[in-house]
């Protein structure tokens, strides 16, 4: 009997050292397990934080750059452009039959009717686009600025969504030195118009424009808006208004300072920023788009826009978008279309979203 016990107690021994063993090897494996996700985690802060010493080869690195508790915000971007995709130019055009001769024969008459102050400037943006801009007083600071934004924002649909015209794009404004003017023009062009909600107007079917002066820099970034518009519906087609007016938005206030450097001006508040609507919401209420919630929803794509162009996600999702766009290019895309390929990339777009904006911005509400 003695034999049998000290064999058993032998067994029991082995046992508990086998049981010791994988208890040290579980906490062990989970110590590695917790310290891997937070150096991974602490990687990927890096492309968001200012002077990054290490150059990403995603295709934009953004950094915050803002000064604390100030309503004019700045996102900048650091990054190489990356090559152009060499597939060929998607060849399309719509039908405008039903609306062009009527807007290319009121345009003419509008032209007809400027004063003698107005002069024509017809600015060479590259082999693809030029604009015939008519304006009273403009100097030649304005024109080389307009021509150099103009020439930036064409090259990001080539180096980021690699999409070029097929044909030149010829594109016609008229700047109205006051409102009156302005409101007038309008209202010749859009039946029932209210004065007041809108600084810029662009026609399709006449590829014209027609752009409210306030100051230099409002007039700037209504031209670029404007002009956006009209490469959105050349390059790609018509587009669903969250996509359309948001990429007018980001592109319009993106200014180009320095070789590798991009700055997009927010000039919201932290309590606008707070009112941001939801992407769903955007996207299924294209009426609210022009009812009292104007300033809100424009605001609303801009972010929205900025936060997925910021990201190499983000641009894979806008050209998947804009890739389902250009294969029926005159036909808008349903909005559980748009939510289905967001959903795709960004599982929790909406909890995304609102740290990406609690990061860059309302984290320094204090």
């Known amino acids: 009997m003695p034999p049998a016990k000290n064999s058993q107690s032998h067994k029991m021994s082995r046992l508990l050292w086998v049981g010791v063993m994988i208890f040290v090897l579980v906490i062990g494996g989970w110590v590695i397990r917790t310290q891997f996700i937070e150096f991974k985690n602490s990687l990927n802060s890096l492309t ?43 060849d399309y055009q719509c039908d405008t039959i039903d609306f062009a001769p009527a807007q290319q024969s009121q345009w003419q008459q509008q032209i007809e009717t400027l004063d003698a102050g107005f002069n024509a400037h017809n600015i060479v943006i590259n082999d693809d686009l030029t604009v015939t801009f008519y304006a009273k007083s403009i100097t030649p600071q304005f024109v080389k600025e307009l021509q150099e934004r103009l020439f930036y924002v064409y090259e990001l649909y080539g180096s980021h969504f690699s999409i070029r015209a097929k044909r030149p794009i010829n594109l016609k404004m008229i700047m109205l030195p006051d409102d009156t003017s302005y409101e007038l023009f309008a209202s010749m062009f859009i039946d029932n118009y209210v004065p007041g909600t809108s600084q ?3 026609f399709h079917g006449s590829d014209s424009a027609f752009i409210q002066y306030k100051n230099e820099q409002q007039a700037m970034e209504t031209i670029l ?25 980001l592109f319009s206030s993106m200014v180009k300072s320095g070789t590798n450097q991009v700055t997009i001006d927010f000039d919201e508040t932290n309590e606008q920023l707070k009112q941001v609507v939801d992407f769903q919401t955007i996207v299924n209420s294209e009426h609210q788009w022009d009812a009292n919630d ?52 960004y599982l929790n777009y909406e909890v995304d979203f609102k740290q990406w904006l609690n990061r860059h911005f309302l984290s320094e509400q204090g």
Not at 72 to 79: I, P, Q
Not at 304 to 321: I, S
């Open 48 to 90: 968001f934080e200012i002077n990054s010493a290490q150059q990403t080869e995603k295709a934009e690195e953004i950094i915050v750059s803002e000064t604390k508790k100030q309503p004019n915000r700045n996102l900048v971007s650091r990054a190489a452009m990356p090559k152009t995709n060499s597939n060929a130019p998607i």
């Open 200 to 202: 810029g107007l662009y």
């Open 225 to 249: 808006h404007e002009a956006i518009h009209a490469l959105n519906f050349h390059l790609i087609g018509v587009m669903p208004r969250a996509i359309n007016e948001g990429l007018a938005e």
């Open 294 to 345: 104007t300033s809100r929803y424009y605001m609303s794509g801009k972010l929205w826009l900025t936060f997925f162009f910021m990201e190499e996600k983000g641009l894979q999702l806008l050209r998947a978008l804009l890739r389902e766009e250009q294969k029926e290019t005159c036909q808008l895309l349903e909005e559980d279309e748009v939510l289905a390929l967001v959903i795709d990339f």
